[in-house]
């Protein structure tokens, strides 16, 4: 059983560029969430996906993010013009429809 | 008001006793409650869930829910220096997400020793 994979595992960035990172979830799951944890911080919820349907947005969310699930498939979260207060774990969670959630092992990113 | 509250710790038990680490809620229409174990750098790893009030034992683990008191709880029996980690309270919600969406505590940190 493939379980959730995250690509990169590790990003650093400068200030004021672009990143993007990918989510894989596992394959009979239709349900794909997109978490940020900090230092001391338990995970808060970014978005997420039932199929290739964005359902929901969190207000954390600023007009720099935007995640795409393309096909229903992977998912791809993009950052643009970073911040050094974007450095933080983006943790990517599948389920089959509202059962448990499943992470993966995270995007740790840096932004100097 | 915070959501999910959970003592930050250190919890410090000594090898073979038992852990009790709690969480209280905030929204009484939540119906779904996990329990995720977080090592130093890796991503959450769920321990238990829960859906009913009253306790559901997995080995070495039980969880308790107690929805009128709007509590949660994990025992972790015979504690080894492996359990030593961060335990996630989530809870299904908020409210607006249609509670499809997890809101987490800040994590209870185990410091089991030898």
Same mark, same amino acid.
């Given at each position: 059983d493939t379980g959730v994979s995250q690509n990169p595992r590790h990003k650093i960035t400068k200030r004021g560029q672009n990143v993007t990172f990918r989510c894989d979830p596992? #394959? =009979?799951?239709n349900r794909l969430y997109w978490y940020r944890q900090t230092l001391g911080q338990g995970p808060e919820f970014l978005t997420y996906f039932q199929n290739e349907a964005q359902l929901e947005k969190s207000?954390?969310? #600023? %007009?720099r993010f935007s995640a795409e699930r393309p096909k229903g498939s992977f998912s791809t979260l993009e950052i643009q013009r970073? =911040?050094?207060? %974007? #450095?933080a774990m983006y943790l990517c969670a599948s389920s089959k429809d509202v059962g448990t959630q499943y992470f993966g092992p995270g995007t740790r990113l840096l932004v100097l | 008001q915070k959501e999910v509250e959970q003592? *930050? &710790?250190?919890l410090s038990v000594p090898e073979g006793a038992i852990a009790s680490l709690n969480c209280t809620y *905030? @929204?009484? &229409? $939540?119906?779904s409650f996990f329990w995720y174990r977080q090592y130093s750098g890796k991503s959450p790893e769920l321990i238990m869930s829960i859906y009913s009030n009253g306790d559901k034992e997995d080995g070495r683990f039980t969880a308790q829910l107690n929805k009128a008191s709007q509590y949660v709880s994990l025992l972790i029996r015979d $504690?080894?220096? *492996? @359990? *030593?980690a961060t335990y996630l309270c989530a809870v299904n919600g908020p409210l607006g997400s249609g509670y499809s969406t997890l809101t987490f505590g800040k994590g209870t940190m185990l410091l089991v020793s030898p």
């Open positions: 596992i #394959s =009979e799951h207000r954390l969310l #600023s %007009d970073t =911040e050094q207060g %974007d #450095s | 003592n *930050s &710790g250190p *905030s @929204d009484r &229409g $939540s119906q $504690s080894q220096p *492996s @359990d *030593s």
